[in-house]
């Protein structure tokens, strides 16, 4: 069976997060307290209903409970998402991702069972600085962990050098499992594969060892 994902609140980032979703033709469920956004939104989503996300009954009859992980995106009001939060996990949901519009809030939101906490401002910003610095965060790999995939400029002290040379598990806490060079590909390179000014490296390890190395 697959998995189906719920989305309690539906502004523009609970809305991403279901349109991306469905993109990648998972199953979901959302909910909306405002008629007119559902009905904006009826003929993208199959599953989408007008509740009140602090009706637990109403989350029970529409298949809610029966989500494997749901994302609460009604940050805005403070009360409302973490009593949703709460009510969600005495539903029995293992995995609720929570929005929050500051650290307080955030922590409030973990107490009551919330297993990730996101503040989608702040991280669009630190996404857009690694940006700019030449950081390209492809997927973060373990919810409350710092490990991501991440594509970044090949530095400097990598020019023509190996990797054996480089030693750059050891040395950077990096792996590279690919390098683009121009057009071209090389997946899983071996460790003789020497590092050209150019190049675009494909990497996994934790975030700050990629900043670190990226500067």
């Known amino acids: 069976m697959s998995k189906l994902y719920g989305i309690v609140g539906l502004g ?55 989500a494997d992980t749901v994302v609460v ?51 669009m910003g630190i996404n857009l600085g690694n940006s700019l610095a030449g950081i390209d965060i492809i997927q973060t790999l373990a919810a409350g962990k710092s490990y991501v995939f991440a594509k970044i400029k090949a530095p400097s002290a990598f020019f023509d050098k190996s990797i054996k040379e480089l030693d750059v598990r050891n040395r950077y806490a990096l792996n590279i499992i690919g390098i683009e060079r121009k057009d ?14 150019d190049d675009t490296l494909m990497v996994v390890g934790r975030r700050e060892d990629v900043e670190k190395v990226s500067k």
């Not at 709460?86 to 500051?102: E, P, Q, R, V």
């Open 12 to 66: 523009r980032f609970g809305r991403s997060v279901a349109q991306r979703l469905i993109e990648l033709n998972k199953d979901v469920i959302c909910i909306d307290k405002n008629e007119n956004i559902i009905k904006d939104m009826a003929e993208e989503i199959e599953n989408i209903y007008q509740a009140d996300c602090l009706d637990e009954k109403a989350l029970k009859e529409i298949g809610m409970a029966e």
């Open 73 to 123: 995106s009604i940050g805005e009001n403070i009360e409302a998402s973490v009593m949703a939060v709460a009510i969600l996990h005495s539903l029995g949901i293992k995995n609720i991702y929570a929005k929050a519009i500051t650290p307080l809030h955030g922590r409030i939101l973990a107490k009551v069972g919330a297993n990730k906490v996101i503040f989608p401002e702040k991280e």
């Open 184 to 197: 071209d590909l090389n997946i899983n390179p071996l460790p003789d594969e020497v590092i050209k000014k």
